[in-house]
């Protein structure tokens, strides 16, 4: 279905929460991250537009208090103005960017809270990896290596714009910047899925490095994550 429903019972009974655009509306949940009693969802809803029917993205809920209670934030969206995006050392050249204003195209398909960072990821398709240090209501855009680099960090000299592809047959853009799910794991390691690969950080999101098909994988598009325990 898709609605969300809880247990407090080991699975003998469930109960739904009362989000109203779950319960009346036409929201459903494509992605969600449970610790302790904070519970984050991310929420989107299908349109038809000339190219068929796509996903778009509604916005975030998230309940602090088990679910019995829940707050509704909007869709991370870019602003028109949202034309550059400054990586490492704020004098230098920030990198251009093309922003995402579409709701469609732009599903949380992929969410995870951070306790130890407070940090709060999300992966959102062609809207790309992005983060929010203030419990959801800012976002800023997180660069991950473009398609003809394997890595990045903030003293390198490399400048490239930031740009998703629109579609799969799209030749401008990155499909790296397609992003499918999002994780810290235990030693606070973050790790993205996207179209061309799987992304890693070990310092907190800032420099990244990218393995594909060329470094083993079985293909470069990578669409879930999950920590063995």
Known sequence: GS???GTADGGRTFRAPSIDSLRFGSDRVSSLSVVGDTIWAGLSFTVETTQGFRD???GLTVSRDGGRT???LPA??????DTAIVYGDPNR????????VAAVGAPPVGI???PPSGTLWLAAFRSG?????DGGRTFERVILPPDDLSSIAPDDPFLFPIVSP???QDTLGSFNFWAYDVLVDEAGDVWAATEAGLNVSRDGGISWRRFGETEGLSGDQVTTLAEQQ
Not at 93 to 100: G, L, N, Q, R, S
Not at 129 to 133: F, P
């Open 3 to 5: 609605g969300l429903v």
């Open 56 to 58: 778009a993205a509604s």
């Open 70 to 72: 829940w707050t509704l």
């Open 76 to 81: 991370p969206l870019d602003l028109p103005s």
């Open 93 to 100: 050249a920030p990198f251009p960017a093309v922003p995402f």
């Open 112 to 114: 995870h809270y951070d």
């Open 129 to 133: 990896l992005r983060r929010s240090d």
């Open 166 to 168: 629109r579609s799969a």
